[in-house]
């Protein structure tokens, strides 16, 4: 008897936490809505499956629950039975598969309007790099990185010296307009993830890796880095804000370009100094800060 | 209808090819004894005490993420270091260990009617082999610099870089060579589980008359024997990157500022190799649960299992299928976007079968007899918490649904509910089930019904509630959940509550052991039968079998293992050596 | 990662054989009883030893071809530079062929119950797969003269990684050829050298296999392989 109530019981809260706790994702502020109606289909049929389930046998520990000279009932096999509950849950789980491929091949097929902007992880900060005029991004290899060239853009290429670099700092992006992340890694694997865009990917050093998004809202939102990429891996935060066209055009109009920034090293020239001892500067405060919490924790 | 009985003139079943070993010395007896039984208690005994190190790690874990801030011990470091040997030792060093050598070695040579394995030696090697691994696990935690930190996937490169605790020390090479022990002590060990099961079966014991137990450890086997060598090659090159500065995993990489050696290697090679272990791995513990499961159920619901065939294709069909899933655990890793269209349709394929498994449990249940024992409120309880964790598959299986859900609490929560506390239940059970065969004692009843409330309950208020602080997004492994948006007040409070009933749950733990140690002195006697079961290990002419298993004479099999509640048989059960027909419809063979 | 996916076909397919033979279809539920049909389904009539050994190779197959399989996606990157092969690799090729064979010999003899011819056998196959060893470690110590080092490029990681795993295979197969050899002097009991001589040359085809296979790998002649069924396939 009580078996039978603790599984109905188990049903009942179960779907009762679902609908009522305060614990759900957070607003959407990408195109990605699609996602969310998946995992939506997925909530329902999941839950219709799991409490016919857990019913059906409380249902059976409740009726053929052992009494004095109660018998089984002798039934090896029922194939016609055994059948159509194939067939039922191969129904279910097509129905689960098919709108998860539409989405996901709309999430893998970047349009081709998509803005393209670089995301650079490393222990334990973001960078990032958008394209200047020309709109193509610079090449880059990690070799080339430097305390001067924190990005290792690679200098001979006439595509990276317009490159808007954004060190260390957050990073500003349109609203209403697709943008491609181009992913990319200098050290150990990061994941760029921002829950309510409801998109992330690895990045991975030696690769760039990809995933695109429209962001349908401003305001600002937290980075999380979603890979284990060692001891800062919790406190590797950053911040994204999608600003209207015209707020981003002012940031961007603020921001220095690849050129900008190593000139003064080329030149050797005093004038530009600020900017020579701004970029390292920017670069590493963020991560020595992070060093500095790790070590502050570690001594207490 | 024609009785077959022994005087027919059927020679006893001996197996001529198997010396039995005897033991000559205390030594021999208990320590380095051949005997699969000795084996099986030894390394039961020895993954019982490294899990409880395991568990000791998840309450760490649980005060730095129930109360952040308040224990000021646990650095990120020191956190991750648990996190690490937590999974490591949970997944491998306990479960593998557990249902393979411990059950394995119990069940499978009384199971399938023989004396011992075939070969014995090598099946005592194997264990000592084990032991050094977890000796060898164990001693990182007291090398310079600690276990490692890297999580218990090891992803390179940060496995070993000098970001991750262990990374430049000892950790991680103690870890590597613990994992290559603990490979090359198993395949010995389940080359003697396969061909046991294929060599060693009495006579009149066919495959398709096996107890599901034996299809499920020696599918789990075979599936093992052929997934381990992909860990073996990762951690072999790993081992190399580490030590001799090769570049398999290591890519042209920039620690903070200085360039490493390394140059060419790629990151995502291991992940191929060790999700082409590490899926598998996922069944490798699952099936022989299932397995377990399935007699438990027949034998407690006095009915045979439902849909018998249905069930065995169904092991053989998953763990084929097994082989073919691992990427689905890299849908967000960077590998091609295109890979996901087939994984995902390979991994919900997977869902039928087991599916179909599911179903015949709870339609054995039906108009069947149902006895509410200990073993049986463990099976009800494996099969609540295995629907929940299966279906919470279905999303992290689809690709796009993944997307944002993977790397969050709700994959904790996820594979926590199907392959921790799902199979551990069925470890309960199977231990209360066939702990008066192993001691010739019962568990004592009141604690173990404690213990099962508490742990089932705990364990479903533990993991239930996680999954929605993973739609919220918020990330696993973070060692502090501080300065973020998507921890709100109340999910703070979500995090306390869950610690808190960890807690309870591990404390419910220690009620257990001790009631395992208490009644194999003081428990009820318990005699040969006490389930009234049909398979084999409850035929033993001594209780605890003696050495050699069956006394004179191998028993000879005339029927399947689930002969329950037959009509026109006068008991409710037909052992499985027991000759003559029974049942109104049945054609004699 | 398809060398494995198609090794795994492979024991699938035994798998399957085996499997098909086991009466899945039936009912066991309506065979009661020990009629004759059921000792045939029992189990198989080779030796137990033989199977054992059986199992634990198709476990040293799925090693070296996971090996394979990492060393062709590695080598699909536009980076890739192979290494020369040493000339010697076909003179140490020619010295495994030699050690088979001679372990061929010993177990048609055991067969024959001819004990010298069997001693004979053993001992020319455990010289000659020392003189393997030996001459590949002579193969390493002519490729790091010429500078091409372990950690230089991931080809000679892989070269030296493959080779060496192999040669630790070979050394392991010497230990139990030594019991064997040891035996074989003491002549105790012919069933049981018979046997064991039987168990060594099988370890020993399927060394010498895997070694064929390494050096095509190597060598580079898989790849071209793989290729040429590539075209001819699209």
């Given amino acids: 008897m009580a078996v039978a109530l603790v599984l109905v019981l188990i049903v009942v809260g179960s779907v009762l936490f679902h609908l009522l706790s305060p614990w759900w994702w957070t607003p959407i502020a990408s195109n990605w809505v699609y996602i969310d109606n998946t995992i939506i289909i997925t909530f329902w049929i999941t839950g219709v499956v799991f409490a016919a389930v857990v019913l059906f046998m409380a249902y059976c520990v409740f009726r053929f629950r052992h009494r004095e000279g109660n018998r089984a009932a002798y039934e090896p096999e029922n194939k016609r039975l055994e059948s159509w509950l194939t067939i039922v849950t191969a129904v279910g789980v097509t129905a689960l598969l098919v709108p998860g491929l539409f989405v996901w091949s709309r999430f893998v097929n970047v349009p081709s309007d998509a803005t393209e902007v670089e995301v650079v992880g490393q222990q334990w900060q973001w960078s990032f790099r958008l394209p200047g005029k020309d709109g193509k991004l610079g090449t880059s290899d990690t070799r080339d990185v430097t305390t001067d060239n924190p990005l290792g853009v690679i200098a001979s290429d006439p595509n990276g010296q317009d490159d808007v670099l954004v060190e260390a700092a957050d990073l500003h992006l349109p609203v209403g307009k697709p943008v491609k992340m181009l992913l990319r890694s200098i050290d150990v694997l990061h994941d760029f993830y921002v829950p309510e865009f409801r998109a992330k990917m690895d990045m991975i050093p030696g690769s760039v890796t990809y995933f695109w998004f429209t962001p349908t809202k401003t305001g600002t939102f937290q980075v999380l880095c979603a890979e284990l990429c060692g001891q800062g891996h919790p406190l590797m935060h950053g911040v994204v804000v999608v600003d209207t066209q015209q707020d981003y055009l002012a940031w961007f109009g603020q921001q220095q370009t690849f050129a900008q920034l190593s000139a003064p090293q080329q030149t050797g020239a005093a004038d530009n100094a600020p900017g020579k001892t701004m970029a390292p500067a920017k670069t590493i405060a963020p991560g020595l800060k992070i060093a500095a919490k790790l070590e502050t924790v570690g001594s207490r | 209808m024609v009785d077959i009985t022994p005087a027919d003139g059927i020679p006893p079943a001996e197996v001529a090819e198997v010396e039995l070993y005897h033991p000559h010395s205390w030594w021999t007896r208990y320590v380095f004894s051949q005997d699969a039984k000795v084996i099986a208690i030894q390394y039961s005994a020895t993954a019982t005490g490294i899990g409880l190190v395991a568990l000791v790690l998840s309450w760490l874990m649980r005060l730095q993420l129930g109360f952040p801030g308040t224990f000021d011990f646990i650095t990120p470091e020191a956190y991750y270091q648990f996190i690490t040997m937590h999974g490591m030792i949970m997944v491998i060093y306990l479960l593998t260990a557990l249902f393979l050598g411990g059950f394995g070695n119990y069940l499978i040579p009384l199971m399938v009617g023989a004396r011992d394995m075939v070969f014995p030696y090598v099946n005592m090697l194997s264990y000592w082999i084990y032991l050094l691994a977890v000796l060898v696990l164990v001693s990182s935690f007291f090398a310079p610099g600690g276990p490692t930190g890297a999580g218990w996937t090891l992803y390179p490169p940060q496995a070993i870089m000098s970001g991750t605790p262990g990374g430049q020390d000892w950790g991680i090479i103690l870890m590597l060579s613990s994992l290559i022990l603990f490979i090359i002590g198993f395949t010995m060990g389940g080359l003697n589980y396969v061909v046991t099961v294929l060599q060693g079966r009495t006579r009149g014991m066919t495959m398709m008359r096996l107890p599901l137990t034996v299809w499920g450890i020696f599918t789990a086997t075979v599936m093992a024997l052929l997934a381990f060598p992909a860990l073996f090659v990762a951690c072999v090159m790993m081992l190399l990157d580490r030590v001799l500065g090769t570049s398999f995993f290591m890519p042209a990489i920039s620690e903070m500022g200085e360039q490493l050696q390394h140059n060419g290697g790629s990151p995502i090679l291991f992940q191929h190799l060790f999700w082409f272990f590490g899926h598998p791995e996922v069944y490798i513990v699952a099936l022989p649960a299932f397995g377990i499961v399935s007699d438990l159920i027949s034998t407690h619901a006095r009915k045979n299992i439902f849909g018998y065939r249905m069930m065995v294709w169904a092991i053989v069909g998953i763990g084929a299928l097994s082989f073919v899933v691992w990427a689905h655990h890299m849908y967000v890793s960077g590998m091609h976007p295109y890979f996901g269209f087939f994984f995902a349709t390979t991994t919900l394929i997977i869902a039928i079968p087991t599916a179909i498994k599911v179903y015949n449990w709870v339609l054995t249940l039906w108009r069947g007899d149902i006895h509410l024992t200990i073993p049986m409120l463990f099976a009800l309880a494996f099969i609540v918490t295995f629907v929940n964790g299966g279906l919470t598959g279905l999303f992290l299986g689809n690709v796009v649904v993944d997307v944002p859900l993977s790397d969050t609490m709700f994959v904790v929560a996820h594979f926590h509910m199907v392959m921790g506390v799902a199979p551990i239940l069925v470890v309960f059970g199977a231990i209360y089930h066939w702990y008066p065969k192993v001691t010739g004692r019962m568990l004592n009843e009141m604690l173990g019904r404690f213990h099962f409330w508490v742990t089932f309950l705990g364990a479903y208020l533990i993991f239930f509630p996680m999954h929605y602080l993973g739609l919220m997004g918020v990330p696993r492994r973070y060692a502090e959940l501080t300065d973020m948006t998507v921890m709100t007040e109340s999910a703070h409070h979500l995090n306390s509550f869950i610690s808190i009933m960890a807690f309870i749950v591990g404390f419910a733990q220690m009620v257990f052991l001790f009631n395992l140690i208490w009644s194999i002195r003081h428990g009820r006697e318990a005699g040969g039968n006490p389930w009234r079961a049909t398979t084999l290990e409850w035929q033993t002419p001594q209780t605890p079998p003696a050495h050699g298993n069956f006394g004179k004479d191998l028993p000879i099999v005339y029927r399947w293992a689930y002969d329950y509640s037959v009509p026109g048989a006068k008991e409710d059960f037909i052992p499985q050596n027991m000759p003559g027909s029974f049942g109104p419809s049945r054609e004699p063979a | ?234």
């Fill in chain 3, 1 to 234: 990662m398809s060398v494995i996916i198609v090794f795994l076909f492979v024991i699938a397919g035994f798998a399957g054989w085996w499997l098909s033979h086991q009466g899945l279809m039936s009912k066991p539920w309506l065979e009661q009883g020990l009629a004759g049909d059921f000792v045939a389904l029992d189990r198989s009539a080779l030796p137990t030893a033989k199977i054992g050994l059986g199992v634990f190779l198709a476990v040293v197959g799925c090693l070296f071809a996971l090996f394979t399989s990492a060393y062709f996606m590695r080598m699909a990157v536009s980076d890739w530079q192979p290494l020369p092969l040493p000339r010697l690799l076909w003179l140490n090729t020619g010295v495994l062929v030699l050690s088979s064979i001679a372990l061929q010999c010993a177990t048609v003899a055991a067969r024959r119950g001819q004990i010298d011819m069997v001693r004979l056998g053993l001992a020319t196959a455990g010289l000659t797969a020392l003189a393997f060893l030996i001459g590949q470690l002579m193969a390493w110590r002519q490729l790091t003269a010429d500078g091409y080092f372990l950690t230089s490029n991931p080809a000679n990681s892989f070269f030296y990684l493959i080779t060496g795993m192999h040669g630790l295979h070979i050394l392991g197969g010497l230990v139990g050829l030594g019991r064997t050899t040891a035996g074989a002097w003491n002549a105790a009991r012919p069933e049981r050298l018979r046997l064991s001589v039987e168990l060594c040359a099988m370890y020993w085809h399927f060394l010498l296999f895997v070694w064929l296979a390494v050096f095509a790998l190597l060598a580079g002649w898989a790849a071209t392989f793989i290729d040429i069924c590539r075209q001819l396939l699209t």
